[in-house]
């Protein structure tokens, strides 16, 4: 794979549920397809650089998730199940009778995770990376919960836009150093754009608002334990890199039992963007689990 010049892929726009989603299609449109879930504030160029590898065998398929990259935002506040029900609308376009071959990536992943039990027919099988669920939560945070998400419905929340591309690649190598330079500066152009003049993230501001809904894991647990197909962890070497895993370590063994086939894999030298870091060993891990059915 060529570290500098990734794959271009062919685009689409697709209408899911009364939303506009931009899809990236690397490879044979005549290959199985295998679908690529991309995680929060990310888009679908992130996968860019495992590209190459995979589409030697398979139709990758990796839309931006409503309000991300080039897809149509909300009016107002976003809602986890809808990204289920989005993906639903997905497979039911592109893979109608064939169940789905799925890796999603943090966001991705815990999308892909509950869907796959509430759907267990529509997964052939699902890799989930870095991304296996949030921190428990309790009843008591409730009325805190809703009180923020009441005050951001009048002043609705922001982006603080980076101050360039340059800016915003350093940035993103500060917080993965085995990236690419090169691609450091393709994402950054692809997570901005411009707005008269003054460049702003192409995320929609209100992703940054607070879920009203707390996040229950005993929830996520139960739809994990419905999934029948494959699962494989693919979890960065550095454990505890991202703060979203502060919180989780603890509890990883609790997550791992709840599927029923499930294989894990480690990458060496990689925190929570793995496939940013070491997109070969990330791609053919992916490709080997695929390849299996």
Same mark, same amino acid.
């Given at each position: 794979m060529n570290a500098l010049l990734p794959p271009t892929p062919t685009t689409r726009t697709? /209408?899911?549920?009364?939303? =506009?989603?931009?899809?990236?299609?690397?490879?044979?449109?005549?290959?199985?397809?295998?679908?690529?879930?991309?995680?929060?504030?990310?888009?679908? $160029? /992130?996968?860019?650089?495992?590209?190459e590898d995979l589409a030697r065998d398979w139709q990758l398929v990796a839309p931006d998730w409503r309000g991300f990259g080039h897809s149509q935002w909300n009016d107002g506040p976003y809602f986890f199940p809808d990204y289920l029900a989005d993906l639903d609308a997905?497979?039911?376009?592109l893979s109608p009778t064939t169940p789905a071959r799925i890796a999603g990536h943090s966001m991705g992943a815990m999308i892909a995770g509950l869907y796959a039990g509430a759907r267990p027919e529509r997964v052939a099988r699902l890799a989930l990376m870095e991304g296996f669920g949030l921190n %428990?939560?309790?009843?008591? &945070?409730?009325?805190? =919960?809703?009180? =923020?998400?009441?005050?951001?419905?009048?002043?609705?929340? %922001?982006? &603080?836009?980076?101050a360039s591309q340059e800016a915003l690649a350093a940035r993103l190598l500060a917080r993965n150093p085995r990236m690419h330079a090169e691609h450091a500066r393709l994402m950054a152009r692809a997570l901005t754009r411009d707005v008269d003049g003054a460049l702003a993230y192409r995320a929609d501001p209100w992703h940054k608002g607070v879920n009203p809904v707390l996040y229950r894991l005993e929830e996520a647990k139960a739809c994990w334990r419905a999934i029948t197909c494959p699962v494989l @962890?693919?979890?960065?070497?550095? $454990?505890?890199?991202?703060?979203?895993?502060?919180?989780?370590?603890?509890?990883?063994? #609790?997550?791992?039992?709840c599927f #029923? =086939?499930?294989? $894990?894999?480690?990458? #060496?030298? #990689?925190?929570?963007?793995?496939? @940013?870091?070491q997109p070969a060993a990330v791609a053919a891990t992916l490709a080997g689990f695929f390849a299996q059915g």
């Open positions: 697709l /209408t899911l549920r009364g939303r =506009r989603h931009r899809l990236l299609h690397w490879g044979d449109s005549d290959a199985p397809m295998l679908f690529l879930l991309h995680g929060w504030m990310d888009c679908a $160029e /992130t996968f860019s650089f495992i590209a997905l497979l039911e376009a %428990a939560t309790e009843p008591g &945070q409730a009325p805190g =919960r809703y009180a =923020r998400w009441l005050a951001e419905q009048r002043t609705a929340p %922001a982006f &603080q836009a980076p @962890w693919v979890i960065g070497g550095d $454990e505890g890199e991202h703060p979203m895993a502060k919180g989780v370590q603890a509890t990883l063994d #609790a997550r791992r039992a #029923a =086939r499930l294989s $894990e894999v480690t990458v #060496a030298d #990689a925190g929570h963007m793995l496939q @940013w870091e």
